[in-house]
């Protein structure tokens, strides 16, 4: 599992900074998370390829999580893709592309689908073979989605000296992967966990931004391995954090721990501070593993 | 006159180009035109005042001309704006901007006014005591207007040693400023030309960008002193120029030849030609006066 941030700060873009935009690459699927503006420069910059991405997530409609949506679909335009492009986020979101394809006198040479979101509880949003992605509601000004993605259980891994010894033909092998024990001709029963070893973790990552401190989405990312936190502000501006619905340092850590995820990662700062070491800082103090996020970082996750 | 290049590319913003967009400094007014993605952090880094901009003049809705604008308004409401802001463009601009603010729950802390623009015939959309602002009707393959500013006349200059001579009371000079002729109390009439010198010459600065070769501009920009005009190709993809309703440089260039221009700019290069330098030598051997607009370049006209 990889994560880019293409950007990881609050409010406007500037000559150093972006606003929010990552892509997450998970099982060879790679999802693009919010889209401000400047997205399409970012993820050149990070040479990301515009023809992998097939699935974008949108977390609510504040401009500085998808101002940079309608420049993106136009370029795929552009470059003539073909491939259908799905796009998940609040209801709203297909009106406000269309009408500027709309004057554009514009039209997608590949299919758009445009998934909209109005539910107040989790639903799942994506399902394939490999992943699951679902939506974690949010407490913003407005209506919000974090979003929750989990590979799904891998295939057992074949015991090969095992099924040998038993000399079980390869047709049975895809049975044995998805855990099922194999009757020989003499009747004997192998259970599979004599033919397999146990399949390499799967893995999950939530992202959660903007947010204010809500400990109702625990239950909804507990024990997951990674969770983004916003922290928009530190504990020093505790107050801003509650009037905007936004969270601290502090705050997200605790989310953290409650949900007892095993590795921390925090953006979306205000561009009011500096240094976002003092983010680091702040969490710490409550939750051990945290990582700061900044504009190019990568994350890989095993 | 100062023209300050945003962006000058056409098509999609990438690592080292952006779209365009431009400043226009006259009279002490900043005029912006065109405003594409990533047009704000262009401003920064261009260290444009963001509160000095009053008035945005945008061309056409295809997203290369305006899919910054609505990140720059908010902006605006950032950094706590209480100035009005005027945008001039094509019916439409309106809908867009406000259904995004209201989606996100937005109000602008500022009065916020659209001009929208439907007319084919050039028309006047600003005017004060100094600038007067013209659209120049285009032909693209959406609605499409240029822009036409011209500084009005000035007040002619004062021959300080003549109205002395006179002995003209300091009440009369506004008068004589404005062409004015005096009557002494002996009944001597002194006519302006005495006591005045011709005032400097006013500037004009048409901006003409997406176009299809079209001469019906001409008389409209005729002796002006620059004319930013589209070079999307060179003339040896002219088929494609034709058939996408843009400008080759040398079709730039009789434009600027036919209007009697005193300089042309050329912009708005399609992103295929590595070397914009091959734009100048097309133009050149058509009309001497050309220079190259490119991101970040000031050009200072006296």
């Not at 399409?40 to 990070?46: A, F, I």
């Amino acid at each position: 599992m990889k994560l880019t941030i293409l950007g990881c700060y609050a409010a406007t873009p500037r000559t150093i900074t972006n606003p929010t935009s990552q892509v997450l690459e998970i099982r060879n699927r790679m999802f693009l998370i919010d889209c401000g503006e400047g997205t399409q420069v970012q993820l050149r910059k990070n040479k990301l390829k515009f023809s992998k991405i097939n699935h974008i997530f949108i977390s609510h409609l504040h401009g500085d999580h998808f101002y940079g949506l309608v420049g993106l679909i136009s370029t795929f335009m552009l470059l003539n893709r073909k491939t259908d492009l799905h796009v998940y986020g609040p209801k709203g979101i297909k009106e406000i592309i269309l009408l500027q394809l709309r004057y554009a006198n514009s039209f997608t040479g590949y299919n758009l689908y445009f998934h909209e979101l109005e539910s107040k509880e989790s639903e799942v949003v994506f399902e394939d073979d490999k992943v699951i992605v679902r939506t974690i509601p949010l407490k913003h000004r407005i209506y919000t989605n974090g979003y929750l993605f989990q590979e799904k259980a891998k295939e057992r891994k074949l015991n090969i000296d095992a099924v040998e010894n038993y000399k079980i033909d390869v047709a049975y092998y895809r049975k044995i992967k998805y855990g099922g024990d194999i009757s020989l001709s003499d009747g004997t029963v192998i259970p599979n966990a004599e033919l397999t070893f146990d399949p390499e973790p799967t893995m999950s990552y939530a992202f959660c931004s903007d947010t204010v401190y809500d400990e109702s989405i625990v239950p909804l990312i507990e024990n997951c391995d990674i969770l983004y936190h916003e922290t928009t502000f530190l504990e020093s501006e505790a107050d801003k954090a509650e009037s905007t619905m936004h969270s601290t340092a502090r705050q997200a850590a605790v989310i953290a721990q409650k949900a007892n995820v095993k590795q921390l990662i925090l953006g979306h700062y205000s561009t009011r501070y500096a240094n976002i070491e003092l983010f680091h800082q702040e969490a710490v103090g409550v939750f051990p593993n945290v990582l700061l996020a900044d504009d190019g970082r990568i994350f890989e996750f095993d």
